[in-house]
């Protein structure tokens, strides 16, 4: 459960709706089960009472959504087109470092949106709890440290949250907002988490393991692209897998080179900008855990270039797009890994 | 039936300035490396995309070599210091996909080291010879 309930949200938008200084609300909307809960948007209290929802299936980052809101039609905001209103967003502390890259990379204007930060007390994955309670879920609801799950075929039963915690809270990075212009229930510390553990494990492997364990992994794609379009680090208004021309537009991989290509590029991309919100992963409906691969720029950067975080300040700049002239050469790099081997 | 002997096809992308000027100055001076060094010129290293070389790889590479200038001597100024950070880092991500790190490299030649890259090249087919095809990283689709 969350300490921030889906009322006191409501209520706050309410009431800035009421004061006129919203004009809509980018939140999470409820789904046809408390746990599919989805990105929505909302232009009335009487939706935001029908449909919003904060807990602990509100996973999505919405920052990614103020880049199509705020956009600019004939020199007006989109949302200015009927008011002078701004948008209200809600913000996890991990969402808002996206919400901070975002505006460091100018994707949309600051001066339309109203921020307000709200606590998290951790996601759940319901994949997580598929795995524990099996098939037929009827209902899930999180009370306390608990997760309570109805099923039709296991009975009912009751999980420790902590048991089936989203991969990306388990080793959360920070509960410290980065940005908000209003702020409910409280803001935590950066963590020192241990989140590259994982990739530590897999740099220790073999070459012939980490190949048979990437291959295994990245077969499972099925190019959706749906880490591409969830992740607020991709907001290019062209990209390379919608070129026709480039032979890996939108398709399922021909083969194993075509799902290497997509996925090296794609991390490739977002290198030095990703805040590792793990947007990516949680949306792969393969559960392909390409956090692993962001995370292993993300590693290599701090070794190589120093401690960075990705939107933890606005206007830092991203390494892959600095240098300095005693930086590591790329075969040095390859002497250091055989040491740690 | 005799096997053909197994020749790697190495891809140079080379920085217009230096580099493919360094390659000339091999040629003038008549210093040999292996043919199967394909050399494709760039405006700068910076201007090599991590797509050119996983599209070298499909289109059957069996290794990538970039050279540019040395550091501080780029045409433009800062191209290569940003060649550098980019292939450090996408070098690694290779390696920890499994994929072969001595199929890659980056090595810095000005336009008077003909005799730097003649050795170079001849050291790399070398090395990508004794891995022998690339495996990892093809697409049969376009196996000659
Ligand atoms: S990573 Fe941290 S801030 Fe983000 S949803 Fe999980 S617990 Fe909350
Ligand atoms: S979300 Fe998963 S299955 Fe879909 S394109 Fe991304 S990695 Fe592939
Ligand atoms: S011009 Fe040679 S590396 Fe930039």
Same mark, same amino acid.
């Given at each position: 459960?969350?300490?921030?309930?889906?009322?006191?949200?409501?209520?706050?938008?309410?009431?800035?709706?009421?004061?006129?200084?919203?004009?809509? +609300?980018?939140?999470?909307? @409820?789904?046809?089960?408390? *746990? #599919?809960?989805?990105? !929505?948007?909302? $232009?009335? &209290?009487?939706?935001?009472?029908?449909?919003?929802?904060?807990?602990?299936?509100?996973?999505?980052?919405?920052?990614?959504?103020?880049?199509?809101?705020?956009?600019?039609?004939?020199?007006?905001?989109?949302?200015?087109?009927?008011?002078?209103?701004?948008?209200?967003?809600?913000?996890?502390?991990?969402?808002?470092?996206?919400?901070?890259?975002?505006?460091?990379?100018?994707?949309?204007?600051?001066?339309?949106?109203?921020?307000?930060?709200?606590?998290?007390?951790?996601?759940?994955?319901?994949?997580?709890?598929?795995?524990?309670?099996?098939?037929?879920?009827?209902?899930?609801?999180?009370?306390?440290?608990?997760?309570?799950?109805?099923?039709?075929?296991?009975?009912?039963?009751?999980?420790?949250?902590?048991?089936?915690?989203?991969?990306?809270? +388990?080793?959360?990075?920070? @509960?410290?907002?980065?940005? *908000? #212009?209003?702020?409910? !229930?409280?803001? $935590?510390? &950066?963590?020192?988490?241990?989140?590259?553990?994982?990739?530590?494990?897999?740099?220790?492997?073999?070459?012939?393991?980490?190949?048979?364990?990437?291959?295994?992994?990245?077969?499972?794609?099925?190019?959706?692209?749906?880490?591409?379009?969830?992740?607020?680090?991709?907001?290019?208004?062209?990209?390379?897998?919608?070129?026709?021309?480039?032979?890996?537009?939108?398709?399922?991989?021909?083969?194993?080179?075509?799902?290497?290509?997509?996925?090296?590029?794609?991390?490739?991309?977002?290198?030095?900008?990703?805040?590792?919100?793990?947007?990516?992963?949680?949306?792969?409906?393969?559960?392909?855990?390409?956090?692993?691969?962001?995370?292993?720029?993300?590693?290599?950067?701090?070794?190589?270039?120093?401690?960075?975080?990705?939107?933890?300040?606005?206007?830092?700049?991203?390494?892959?797009?600095?240098?300095?002239?005693?930086?590591?050469?790329?075969?040095?790099?390859?002497?250091?890994?055989?040491?740690?081997? | 039936?005799?096997?053909?002997?197994?020749?790697?096809?190495?891809?140079?992308?080379?920085?217009?300035?230096?580099?493919?000027?360094?390659?000339?100055?091999?040629?003038?001076?008549?210093?040999?490396?292996?043919?199967?060094?394909?050399?494709?010129?760039?405006?700068?290293?910076?201007?090599?995309?991590?797509?050119?070389?996983?599209?070298?790889?499909?289109?059957?590479?069996?290794?990538?070599?970039?050279?540019?200038?040395?550091?501080?001597?780029?045409?433009?100024?800062?191209?290569?210091?940003?060649?550098?950070?980019?292939?450090?880092?996408?070098?690694?991500?290779?390696?920890?996909?499994?994929?072969?790190?001595?199929?890659?490299?980056?090595?810095?030649?000005?336009?008077?080291?003909?005799?730097?890259?003649?050795?170079?090249?001849?050291?790399?087919?070398?090395?990508?010879?004794?891995?022998?095809?690339?495996?990892?990283?093809?697409?049969?689709?376009?196996?000659?």
């Amino acid at each position: 459960m969350q300490k921030i309930t889906t009322e006191q949200l409501i209520e706050k938008a309410a009431e800035l709706m009421n004061e006129g200084k919203v004009a809509s +609300v980018l939140g999470w909307e @409820k789904g046809e089960f408390g *746990y #599919d809960v989805t990105p !929505g948007i909302f $232009g009335s &209290v009487d939706e935001l009472k029908a449909k919003f929802v904060y807990g602990d299936f509100s996973a999505a980052n919405l920052s990614k959504y103020l880049v199509k809101k705020t956009e600019m039609v004939q020199g007006q905001a989109l949302v200015f087109l009927k008011t002078e209103r701004k948008i209200l967003i809600f913000l996890k502390p991990c969402d808002s470092y996206s919400f901070n890259q975002l505006l460091t990379e100018h994707r949309f204007d600051r001066e339309k949106v109203y921020a307000v930060g709200v606590q998290c007390d951790g996601m759940v994955d319901i994949e997580k709890v598929k795995k524990i309670a099996g098939d037929g879920l009827l209902s899930v609801d999180t009370s306390g440290n608990d997760v309570v799950v109805k099923t039709l075929y296991n009975g009912d039963m009751k999980i420790a949250k902590a048991d089936v915690l989203a991969e990306r809270c +388990v080793n959360c990075k920070s @509960k410290k907002h980065v940005a *908000y #212009d209003e702020l409910l !229930g409280e803001t $935590g510390e &950066v963590i020192d988490s241990n989140r590259f553990d994982e990739v530590e494990r897999i740099e220790k492997m073999t070459p012939d393991e980490r190949f048979a364990f990437w291959q295994n992994e990245l077969s499972k794609c099925i190019r959706c692209n749906a880490c591409r379009d969830a992740c607020p680090a991709c907001t290019c208004e062209k990209c390379v897998f919608d070129n026709p021309k480039s032979g890996v537009e939108n398709k399922s991989p021909a083969n194993s080179f075509e799902e290497k290509l997509f996925h090296i590029i794609r991390a490739y991309h977002v290198a030095g900008r990703c805040t590792d919100c793990g947007e990516c992963s949680r949306v792969c409906p393969q559960n392909i855990p390409l956090h692993l691969l962001n995370r292993k720029f993300i590693k290599d950067i701090n070794e190589f270039y120093g401690d960075y975080q990705a939107g933890a300040e606005v206007g830092s700049r991203a390494p892959l797009v600095d240098y300095t002239v005693n930086d590591v050469e790329p075969g040095e790099v390859f002497d250091r890994g055989d040491e740690n081997a | 039936m005799q096997m053909k002997e197994y020749k790697p096809l190495i891809v140079a992308f080379c920085c217009n300035w230096c580099s493919y000027a360094g390659a000339d100055l091999a040629g003038n001076n008549r210093l040999n490396y292996p043919a199967e060094v394909k050399i494709i010129r760039v405006p700068c290293s910076c201007r090599v995309n991590p797509m050119f070389i996983l599209r070298a790889f499909q289109r059957g590479a069996d290794g990538v070599i970039i050279c540019g200038c040395h550091p501080g001597d780029c045409h433009y100024t800062s191209g290569n210091y940003y060649t550098r950070r980019r292939m450090a880092t996408l070098f690694s991500m290779l390696d920890y996909l499994g994929i072969e790190k001595e199929r890659t490299r980056v090595e810095w030649v000005s336009a008077a080291e003909g005799a730097k890259f003649a050795a170079t090249m001849n050291d790399f087919v070398k090395t990508v010879a004794s891995l022998g095809e690339n495996k990892r990283l093809e697409d049969l689709r376009c196996k000659r």
